[in-house]
Nanobody
Framework: VQVEESGGGLVQAGGSLRLSCAAS?????????MGWYRQAPGKQRELVAR???????NYADSLKDRFTISRDNAENTVYLQVNTLKPEDTAVYYC?????????????????WGQGTLVTVSS
């Protein structure tokens, strides 16, 4: 199973970005949830937003007014719309997928991370 992010880049403060993340793999049975996390320089990785298959979402309280997560279940893809970007949003944004895969023994639940996409916000 692989998770791949795209959409990062250099943006001026006040601008917007849309990040995308797609999960793929031949033995995926289902994806319980997908989410976005970020890690700024010198800081710990933190949750940005998470969405379940049924559409339930949770956000970091400080970000929910500017960040919107959405999901295309048919394409195993999750999006993060980020508006009114601030320099403090500069970070590597990681996608996470909670995946159930088919195995010889039946099923196994995995947590898969992408390599991350860098978002840099200039002031």
């Amino acid at each position: 199973v692989q998770v791949e992010e795209s959409g990062g880049g250099l943006v001026q403060a006040g601008g917007s970005l849309r990040l995308s993340c797609a999960a793929s793999g031949r033995n995926i049975d289902s994806i319980k949830a997908m989410g976005w996390y970020r890690q700024a320089p010198g800081k710990q990785r933190e949750l940005v937003a998470r969405i379940t298959t049924s559409g339930n979402t949770n956000y970091a309280d400080s970000l929910k007014d500017r960040f919107t997560i959405s999901r295309d279940n048919a394409e195993n893809t999750v999006y993060l719309q980020v508006n009114t970007l601030k320099p403090e949003d500069t970070a590597v944004y990681y996608c996470n997928a909670e995946v159930r895969v088919v195995t010889i023994e039946g099923y196994s639940d995995l947590e898969v991370w992408g390599q991350g996409t860098l978002v840099t916000v200039s002031s």
